[in-house]
């Protein structure tokens, strides 16, 4: 009842556990909180890196969601086995408490050091990943089943996800938790294997079929695109805060 490669509880035992905790809930009474995470543009990582980087940092994510969920916290797949989102219930807990979570969820992932293969004799190291999350709760009248919790906690997530990504959003608030953390791990410079470095240029070029994913520079390339601005640039007369 467990994702093989995240370690997180699959969608179906999650669901029964959830709804065994919300009945628990009612019993007691106590609040119950729901956090949704989605990984911003992880799509990307697949495509730059392959999928084993991608899995290096699903299964790193899990790892940090594990963490700070606790010992109640139920934390599962939300998406099945193909999806990079997911799902943390929290029993006894108020929506202040989550949302102190959800920070420390986004400050850990964001200082992650993932590293994975691109090749059978090429690395990566993907750091710079950010999330986005919603948060919701039910206070200790609880008002509504778990559909309805997740419901108003996906509202939240897509709005997180319309501002422009790594942004907590609560269920019922316009304002969006300020961002924290670096820039997303796709327009993050890598360093490969043997000191080469990996610029993803989404950002800088029109998406195309045949648009290059990303700049690979070797120490000596670098060193001679380094001397070539210098020459056409004039670099070392220009002003030090221009520099």
């Not at 950010?130 to 206070?139: C, I, L, N, Q, R």
């Amino acid at each position: 009842m467990t994702d093989e490669l995240t370690g997180v509880l699959d969608r179906r035992r999650w669901d029964h556990d959830a709804s065994q905790a919300l009945l628990q809930a009612r019993h007691k009474p106590w609040p119950l909180a729901l956090i949704l995470v989605d990984l911003d543009r992880f799509k990307d990582i697949n495509d730059l890196y392959g999928h084993p980087a991608g899995d290096a940092v699903l299964r790193a994510t899990a790892t940090a969601l594990r963490h700070h969920s606790g010992e109640r916290g139920i934390v599962g797949r939300y998406g099945g086995h193909t999806g990079d989102e997911f799902l943390i219930l929290l029993p006894d807990t108020n929506l202040d408490g989550a949302l102190a979570i959800a920070q420390s969820i986004q400050v850990h992932i964001s200082s992650l050091s993932v590293q994975a293969m691109t090749s059978c004799d090429s690395a990566v190291t993907i750091t710079g990943q950010t999330v986005s999350m919603g948060v919701a709760a039910f206070t200790d009248l609880i008002p509504g089943d778990l559909s309805d919790l997740l419901l108003e906690c996906d509202v939240a997530l897509r709005d997180a996800k319309r501002s422009g990504g790594n942004q907590i959003c609560v269920a019922g608030s316009q304002a969006a938790v300020p961002q924290r953390g670096r820039s997303p791990a796709v327009d993050a410079v890598h360093q490969l294997a043997d000191g080469d470095v990996c610029i993803p240029l989404a950002r800088y070029l029109r998406a195309t079929p045949y648009a290059p994913r990303s700049l690979v520079l070797t120490p000596e390339s670098a060193h001679r695109l380094y001397a070539d601005l210098s020459d056409a640039l004039d670099f070392h007369q220009l002003p030090h805060t221009n520099r």
